[in-house]
Structures are given as C-alpha cells and as structure tokens.
C-alpha cells in the first residue's frame, strides 16, 4: 500500500472551525491537500509543501496525526493503487493569491459537517466531522 500526508486547513471565522478543501486536479472531487513523501522532508514537512502548493496556503502543522484514511488512487497509466493519507492539522496563517497549481484546483473554505459532506472517502467523513480548532 502506498503512503502519502496531507492536511486537512484549517481557521477560525466568526467563532466557528473552517475547513480548506481543493479540486483533485483530474475528476474535479472535492479533497485536502495531500501527495507523496518528499525527500528530506519529514511527513510534517511534506503535508505542508502540498498545501502550498495544492492550496496555496501557509501555517502551522500539528503534530500527532488528526488521523489516515485510505483511497485508491488512480494513475495516469490506468493502474489503481491502494493508498492511505496520514493527515495533519494545519491551523492557516496566510492565504496567498497565486500559487503552484492555482490554474489547476479551486479551493473553498466549508464548516466541517459541509466538508465532510463535500468528500467521498468515508473515513475521510469521519475525521473532518471531528476536526475542531488546535491548541495555540
């Protein structure tokens, strides 16, 4: 099974948790940011480089885990690998307005039960029905 970290954005509008979600680039579905281990980064480390690039933005990620959840994740090839995201907390400290992959994704910002609704993983659901704002 494949690894990949990612992290589920989040900040705090009006008193109430908010939730950063991006397009998956190839079906449009609505996803956090996440991809594959990077070299010399440490999975922290990598969760927040794709959230910057995916979503274009920038905070701080909270370790341990908020929790993984699994997909199978489609290659350009056809094949279908199995896949499990380790997912970390990122409490937003700047939204930028351009970004690596800003022509390729949307991003909108969703209360969690919104968020989880908008995912199609169901483990997915799960964790960002419970997301609730980190310690500072």
């Known amino acids: 099974m494949a690894v990949q970290f990612g992290v589920v954005p989040v900040r705090i509008a009006e008193?109430?948790?908010?939730?950063?979600?991006?397009?998956?680039?190839?079906?449009?579905?609505?996803?956090?940011?996440?991809?594959?281990?990077?070299p010399n980064l440490s999975p922290e480390q990598t969760a927040a480089q794709e959230a910057f690039e995916e979503a274009g933005v920038r905070g701080s990620v909270r370790s341990p885990p908020l929790g993984s959840y699994r997909y199978d994740k489609r290659k350009r090839s056809g094949v279908v690998v199995p896949t499990e995201v380790r997912?970390?907390?990122?409490?937003?400290?700047?939204?930028?307005?351009?970004?690596?992959?800003?022509?390729?994704?949307?991003?909108?910002?969703?209360?969690?039960d919104e968020a989880?609704?908008?995912?199609?993983?169901?483990?997915?659901?799960?964790?960002?029905?419970?997301?609730?704002?980190p310690l500072c």
């Open 116 to 133: 989880a609704d908008a995912v199609h993983e169901a483990d997915l659901k799960l964790l960002l029905r419970g997301v609730e704002a």
């Open 87 to 112: 997912l970390f907390t990122m409490m937003v400290e700047e939204e930028l307005d351009s970004w690596p992959e800003r022509n390729q994704r949307e991003r909108r910002w969703f209360a969690p």
């Open 15 to 38: 008193g109430e948790v908010r939730i950063l979600l991006v397009t998956s680039r190839d079906t449009r579905r609505w996803v956090v940011p996440r991809g594959n281990p990077i």
